[in-house]
């Protein structure tokens, strides 16, 4: 594909006798909202830990913007436009939420240890250019007046949309979203849902989603993609989705998609 | 009425039981031996003076006379003072009873000291204010029914509205003048005021320690050097999170570059102070260097563990035979040349005071510097959370190696000032005990700012040096207070808090331009 982004060619990730993710390919093309759901341990975490360079795939290689991104670090992978966020919220607790974004910024960042202790032009400027682009990002994530805050005593949403707001401030190309919905209620999930879009449409900023919300996921994705075991066993449109017997069957059990059909057709009628 | 009396008699009788166990230890000797002091007496011995001790009655009465009305607000004022008074009494009646007791040991000759070492006949006689028995049993008993009714009109006093109202005009006259010293370093004219602060804290810094006197000057030269020292370690333990506990080790190479480059044994070099002190920082920071590089994947525990074996490791080298004819061995290095600065030698502790005042001053400047600045923020990602600072684009092996290179240096800087002013070094200065001190101080005193660190340096190395008369007594009460001071406090007796940052006006729309042009 000429204008995708991130490319995962056949990535297997094996723990000890366990293989968490098994000769998955994805191929998500620039601005893009593709969504990986699953049932619970079908390795969307892992897969994303291997893309985002926490794990090192057995197997397999993950091109970002052309480039392999096996063995890298996760700073360098960062520093390349790569950002993402957890599944169980991890804050920087201590610090408050604008130095939490702050901290976002740092690869983009040139100011170094000499130049703080000098306090320079160049550090001058610097300091005062991320307080106000830590100021737009929470203005963005609507946290602007808990900038002073200290993020680990925000509350739950809060804490959620600081982690995307700490994830853009590097100024990603890409943006892993691990469960961005998991534990809000259905207003905040909707605004997620449309803070989610809005990053798309303003910033042109490419976003591959894990979600068990399937209204979200159904609402939001332009593609997505289905594991069971570690295997990828569908991928396509949400509508094709919704029809795949195969994905039915991993949610329901065996028998699932003669359930479904069923169930479609006394809706229908 | 008769639950009160019954109250206060309770009270009486926990302090009479806490006034017999100071006597006990010898708590009052302690006591007046500092009231001496402080009332200009140079060698006040271990027994001063009688009327010390009958100052410290007086105190004790005070005291159980301010603790008899705590929390008695609402009575009226005949049952106030008929409170304190029975709580005076019951103090005043065990006083009496220990003081009997004790005159009869002193009377017949009893020799006690096999089991209470304290309890000498000279002591007694000071304890009875050096009167004959009964006189000072009725004196002891007098005057803390006196301290005890004193302390009781003071609460009583302190409680009319007219003083009440006064303490509060004092609470918002200087929160008032705080908040326009604020508004003042931050307005106009801050640079004035800036200005101004410096002047009378340089005045004050220039003209006390050529008052005070040798001793002093010494004790405010050792809480200098581990301010310095603590904030070193801040940088380490308090920003970036690595629990290094052979800190000391650096300090160890910082005094024994000055020492091996300025001491006529074992190499005759004499290079002068400052480029030793300049080489003693580098090769500080080098070894900080040194010793991060393996140890860059250890956390916690771990790297706790590891970094107290090369504490030692050092330690044991600067000690062992091998290394004599090098670093002088188990009897350190004699003899370390001092300073010269304009032609003029330092030869006074007062000399290195304000050296050392330089060097906290420098230190302090540097941390604050650092603190507040992208390298200080990613010090605190990677003390938060290690692996998400490092997926934060954060290159955490570098930063960590940074801030052990610069805590380091911080230690170098210490230690060689130290030595030349010791004009002495040894091995067993730089052992474990030490590295503990200086991560205690910076716990004490709260981890992470520079307010903390020097109130902790003061509390841990300089309390025990005001109290290094009473060697038996000194680590029990140190001990003590540190307990306490932990349960009250437990996040320090400063607790760091985070710097705010406001939206700056005039960037604004730079902002939107930025917005604008992102993404592309």
């Known amino acids: ?269 | 009425m008769k639950t009160t009396i019954r109250q206060s008699i309770r009270t009486g009788v926990t302090f009479g039981i806490v006034h017999i166990f100071f006597i006990l230890i010898a708590f009052n000797s302690m006591i007046a031996v500092m009231l001496a002091k402080i009332s200009g007496i140079k060698n006040p011995g271990e027994i001063p003076e009688a009327k010390f001790y009958i100052a410290y009655t007086l105190l004790m009465g005070l005291w159980v006379g301010i603790a008899a009305l705590n929390k008695k607000k609402s009575l009226s004022f005949g049952t106030k003072i008929l409170s304190s008074f029975s709580t005076g009494l019951t103090v005043a009646v065990l006083a009496g009873l220990l003081d009997v007791i004790l005159s009869v040991i002193l009377v017949k000759k009893v020799f006690i000291r096999d089991f209470l070492s304290v309890l000498s006949f000279d002591f007694i006689k000071a304890t009875l204010l050096g009167m004959t028995p009964v006189n000072g049993t009725l004196a002891t008993m007098a005057f803390i029914l006196i301290g005890a009714l004193a302390g009781s009109c003071l609460v009583i006093l302190n409680n009319l509205k007219a003083v009440q109202a006064f303490w509060k005009t004092l609470g918002t006259w200087t929160k008032n003048i705080i908040g326009k010293i604020q508004y003042a370093s931050r307005g106009k004219y801050h640079l004035i005021w800036q200005l101004v602060g410096i002047v009378i804290v340089g005045f004050i810094a220039v003209f006390l320690p050529t008052k005070w006197g040798s001793y002093w000057n010494y004790v405010f030269g050792m809480v200098g050097l581990y301010v310095i020292l603590g904030l070193g370690l801040n940088i380490i333990v308090g920003l970036s999170g690595q629990l290094v506990l052979g800190y000391i080790a650096f300090f160890a190479i910082g005094a024994y570059t000055m020492a091996l480059l300025n001491a006529p044994e074992p190499h005759h070099l004499l290079w002068g102070f400052w480029p030793a002190l300049v080489l003693g920082i580098i090769l500080s920071a080098l070894s900080g260097l040194l010793l991060g590089l393996p140890i860059m994947r250890l956390r916690g525990d771990y790297l706790a563990i590891v970094t107290l074996g090369f504490g030692e490791i050092i330690r044991i080298l600067l000690k062992s035979d091998v290394l004599t004819s090098f670093t002088g061995g188990p009897r350190g290095i004699q003899n370390i040349q001092g300073p010269m600065l304009f032609g003029r030698p330092f030869n006074s502790e007062v000399d290195f005071v304000y050296l050392i005042i330089a060097g906290v001053i420098l230190a302090s400047f540097v941390y604050n510097r650092l603190q507040q600045s992208r390298t200080g923020r990613a010090w605190l990602a990677i003390r938060e959370d290690e692996t998400v600072a490092r997926a934060t684009g954060v290159d955490t092996i570098k930063y960590k190696l940074l801030a052990l290179a610069i805590g380091a240096a911080f230690a170098g800087l210490a230690g060689a000032i130290y030595a030349s002013r010791n004009q002495f070094t040894g091995p067993d200065e730089h052992a474990l005990m030490a590295s503990i001190n200086v991560l205690s101080l910076i716990i004490v005193g709260g981890m992470g700012n520079i307010p903390g660190t020097i109130l902790g340096a003061f509390t841990l190395k300089g309390l025990p040096e005001i109290l290094r008369e009473f060697a038996n007594y000194r680590l029990l009460a140190f001990g003590a207070l540190l307990v306490v001071m932990m349960l009250s406090r437990p996040d320090g007796l400063i607790p760091s808090s985070r710097p705010k940052y406001e939206l700056p006006k005039e960037t604004a729309p730079d902002v939107e331009k930025k917005e604008a042009s992102h993404g592309k």
């Open chain 1, 1 to 269: 594909m000429e204008n995708s982004i991130i490319q995962v060619q056949g990535v297997s990730k094996i723990f000890g006798g366990l293989t968490a993710v098994n000769n998955v390919d994805l191929e998500v093309s620039e601005g893009a909202i593709y969504s990986i759901i699953g049932p619970n341990g079908a390795g969307k975490t892992t897969l994303f830990n291997c893309i985002s360079g926490f794990y090192i795939p057995e197997h397999g290689t993950v091109l970002f913007k052309g480039q392999p991104l096996n063995g890298r670090s996760t700073d360098t992978i960062c520093s390349l436009g790569l950002s993402r966020t957890y599944q169980n919220i991890r804050l920087f607790s201590n610090l408050t939420a604008i130095e939490n974004v702050m901290v976002g910024q740092h690869p983009r960042l040139q100011e170094n240890w000499i130049d703080a202790i000098l306090r320079d032009r160049r550090c001058k400027r610097e300091e005062r250019e991320s307080v106000a682009e830590g100021y737009k990002w929470l203005e963005f994530v609507g946290l602007s007046e808990f900038a002073n805050a200290i993020s680990g005593s925000l509350p739950y949403g809060a804490q959620r949309r600081l982690e995307i707001a700490r994830a853009l401030s590097s100024k990603p190309v890409l943006l892993l979203l691990d469960e961005p919905t998991a534990g809000m209620n259905p207003q905040e999930t909707l605004e997620m849902t449309s803070l989610i879009r809005s990053l798309r449409d303003k910033f042109n900023i490419t976003i591959i989603l894990i979600e068990h919300d399937m209204h979200v996921v159904m609402g939001i994705s332009d593609q997505i993609a289905v594991l069971d075991f570690g295997n990828k066993i569908a991928e396509g449109k949400p509508a094709e989705i919704q029809k795949n017997e195969r994905v039915i069957e991993a949610y329901l059990g065996p028998g699932g998609a003669a359930l479904a059909n069923k169930y479609r057709r006394k809706k229908a009628s």
